[in-house]
């Protein structure tokens, strides 16, 4: 064989033993982790707080889960997986955790789909939490029901009413693999409730006296021109002083506001009339609700 024919053998057997390789260490990647390792690196993703780690070897989570886990007060640390029992498709591993200052036991459900393993939703806990004053509930940026069991993963959190920027009253939910926890929550209104819920009032009655032939329902405006007027072709109003608005736990009272009502219309002579009144107790009585967006006034 010629020293080029060689050269070209020695470099076609290079090639194949190369190709070789690397369909060796992309079979070897691109097997399905064990057991063993899933379990470890569901323990180790909810150590690190690696919520793409997490959502990769645990059953499929709705993402205000993973948001409300980003935000834990405390993850597990000291992990170790002490057996696992494994039977075709499904698998069962022992695990121990330090949190909350504590030695935790476990066991963590496992099942294999699609050639690989996850960490079934089993593993999570939960938390129902009851608030004195409002629908919502706030793990983290996440927000949730306060009528429904929230599922978490493993960690402390801290549970509170929501909008957090309007209502006060947290509470500490230690959140253990399976175990579901109550917590009661005695919630207060921040002074910025107050102020945003005035801001609402004053809006809603910007559109109430925007004017127009009849009395907007609603807006506590009462009128006496019956006794002066056959018919009304226009009300403008000018407001001198809103009412001033409290917020109790139920709703909200708005007193002591100045009204100045300009009507035009035909009098009870068949004459053209224009009168002026002058409320100095105008007042107004709703319900309030707290919405992820923040406070939502209802006016009686």
Not at 144 to 160: C, Q, R, T
Request: hydrophobic share 45%; glycine share 8%; proline share 4%.
């Amino acid at each position: 064989m010629t020293r080029r024919g060689v050269r070209v053998l020695a470099g076609a057997i290079g090639l194949v033993l190369l190709l070789a390789a690397g369909l060796w260490i992309w079979q070897a990647s691109s097997r399905p982790a064990s057991v063993e390792g899933t379990a470890l690196a569901y323990l180790d993703a909810l150590e690190s707080g690696d919520t793409d780690a997490l959502a990769d070897v645990s059953a499929p989570v709705p993402e205000t889960v993973l948001t409300a886990f980003a935000a834990a007060d405390e993850r597990i640390s000291d992990v170790a997986l002490t057996s696992v029992d494994q039977s075709g498709d499904t698998a069962t591993a022992e695990v121990s955790f330090v949190l909350a200052g504590d030695q935790r036991l476990a066991s963590l459900s496992l099942s294999q789909a699609d050639g690989r393993w996850r960490v079934s939703a089993s593993a999570l806990g939960a938390v129902r939490a009851e608030t004195s004053l409002g629908d919502l509930i706030a793990v983290g940026d996440a927000t949730f029901a306060n009528d429904e069991e929230i599922a978490l993963f493993p960690a402390v959190y801290s549970v509170a009413p929501a909008p957090r920027e309007l209502l006060a009253g947290e509470a500490e939910a230690i959140v253990l693999p399976g175990d579901p926890v109550e917590v009661a929550l005695e919630v207060t209104l921040l002074p910025a409730a107050t102020e945003a819920a005035q801001t609402a009032l004053d809006d809603h009655l910007a559109d109430c006296t925007a004017g127009g032939a009849a009395i907007p329902a609603g807006c506590g405006i009462r009128i006496p021109w019956g006794t002066e007027f056959q018919s009304v072709s226009d009300i403008r109003y000018r407001i001198e002083t809103s009412p001033v608005l409290t917020l109790i736990p139920t709703g909200f009272d708005a007193v002591s506001g100045i009204l100045v009502a300009t009507v035009t219309g035909t009098g009870q002579d068949g004459e053209s009339r224009t009168t002026t009144y002058l409320t100095e107790s105008w007042s107004l009585r709703g319900d309030v609700a707290f919405t992820e967006k923040g406070l939502e006034l209802s006016v009686w």
